[in-house]
C-alpha cells in the first residue's frame, strides 16, 4: 500500500492545465463605460477560481487521510511517513495556488490601472484642445473659454481622484509596490496641482472656489498619513 506521490511542478502543471486557452473575456473586452463593473467581475472570477482548485485540494487531502487510517492498521511507521510527505507536497501547492491568485489579481489591476489612465489622458487631451482652441479663437469669448476650462479642471479632479484610490488600495493590498510608487504619486498629484492653478490664474477663476470643489486642503492626507 502507498499513496500516490507526485512532483509539485507536475500537480501545478495539471491545476493549469484548464486555463490554458481560457483568456479572461476581460482581456478581449473593453467598455470604458463598465469599465469597473467590468474589472470588479474579473477579481471575482478570479476569486472563485481560486476557492475552486483549493476545494479541490482539500478534497484529495481528504483522500489520503482516508487512505492512510487503512494503511496505518498494518504499517503506522510507514504510513506515518507517506502522510509527512503527502503533507509537505499539499502545503507547497497550496502556497503555489496563493501566489498565481495574487499574480493573477495584480494583472488585473495592471489592466485596469492602464485602461483608466488612458481614458483619463483622452479627456484631458479633448479638454486642453478645446480650451486652447477657445482662447485662439476671434474674438475670443470668455463664456466658451470658461465652459472648456471648466472641463479641463473636471479631468484633473478626475485624475486627481483616480491617483489617490489606485494608491490607496496599492497600500491595502500591495504594500511593498505602494511604497516604491509613493514619490512618483506624489510628484503626479503635484503637477495636477500646478497645472489646475496655472489655468484658474490664466482665465481668473477663483482658485480658491475651485479648491473647495475639490477638497485640494487635504489632498496629500492620505499619502503622507
Excluded at 59 to 77: F, G, H, N, V
Aim: glycine share 2%; net charge negative; proline share 3%.
Amino acid at each position: 500500500h502507498s499513496f500516490p506521490t507526485r512532483r509539485s511542478s507536475d500537480l501545478k502543471k495539471d491545476e493549469n492545465q484548464d486555463d490554458l486557452g481560457r483568456l479572461d473575456p476581460y482581456y478581449t473586452h473593453y467598455t470604458p463605460a463598465d469599465e469597473h463593473a467590468e474589472f470588479q467581475a474579473a477579481i471575482e472570477r478570479v476569486e472563485e477560481k481560486h476557492r475552486t482548485k483549493m476545494t479541490k485540494v482539500m478534497r484529495e487531502w481528504t483522500t489520503i487521510e482516508e487512505k492512510y487510517e487503512s494503511l496505518a492498521k498494518t504499517d503506522k511507521d510507514h504510513a506515518e511517513k507517506l502522510k509527512q510527505e503527502m503533507s509537505k507536497q499539499f502545503e507547497s501547492r497550496i502556497e503555489l495556488l496563493e501566489k498565481d491568485q495574487e499574480a493573477e489579481r495584480d494583472q488585473l489591476v495592471a489592466m485596469h490601472q492602464q485602461r483608466i489612465v488612458s481614458r483619463i489622458n483622452e479627456v484631458k487631451d479633448a479638454a486642453m484642445k478645446c480650451y486652447t482652441n477657445s482662447l485662439n479663437a476671434h474674438p475670443v469669448l470668455l463664456p466658451v473659454v470658461r465652459k472648456c476650462l471648466e472641463k479641463l479642471l473636471r479631468s484633473l479632479h478626475k485624475d486627481r481622484h483616480h491617483t489617490l484610490a489606485h494608491f490607496k488600495d496599492l497600500v491595502e493590498n500591495s504594500p511593498d509596490q505602494a511604497g516604491h510608487q509613493k514619490e512618483a504619486t506624489l510628484q503626479h498629484l503635484s503637477d495636477i496641482d500646478r497645472y489646475t492653478v496655472e489655468y484658474n490664474n490664466v482665465t481668473g477663476v477663483s482658485y480658491k472656489w475651485y479648491a473647495s470643489v475639490a477638497g485640494l486642503p487635504n489632498l496629500y492626507s492620505v499619502i503622507d498619513g
